[in-house]
């Protein structure tokens, strides 16, 4: 993960992480289906903000991966495509 992101010029990654962006009020007007998996030892955003995130949709879903950091897709990518499809499989049925 470290390395993906030495990839993003210093900059940009210095105003990402500058930046304080208060997004309650986007998942507050989601009406479509939102899934948000989190890594329980995320240590770059927080659990507590995944569960807030999902708490916040009208039709929100938080997935915990115990055990897992900041990139679920990368730590667990068959996990994750598995609940990715069945989540995107359940909103077209």
Do not use: K
């Not at 996990?79 to 069945?86: D, E, M, V």
Request: one cysteine or more; aromatic letters at 6%; charged letters at 20%.
């Amino acid at each position: 993960m470290v390395g993906a992101n030495m990839l993003c010029p210093a900059h940009v990654r210095r105003a990402l992480f500058a930046a304080d962006v208060d997004l309650r009020p986007v998942y507050r007007a989601m009406r479509c289906p939102g899934l948000v998996i989190h890594g329980d030892s995320d240590t770059v955003v927080t659990p507590e903000v995944g569960r807030v995130a999902a708490d916040l949709m009208a039709q929100g879903r938080h997935l915990p991966y115990p055990g897992v950091g900041h990139a679920p897709f990368l730590e667990q990518p068959d996990r994750f495509a598995s609940h990715l499809a069945a989540f995107t499989d359940g909103i077209r049925a």
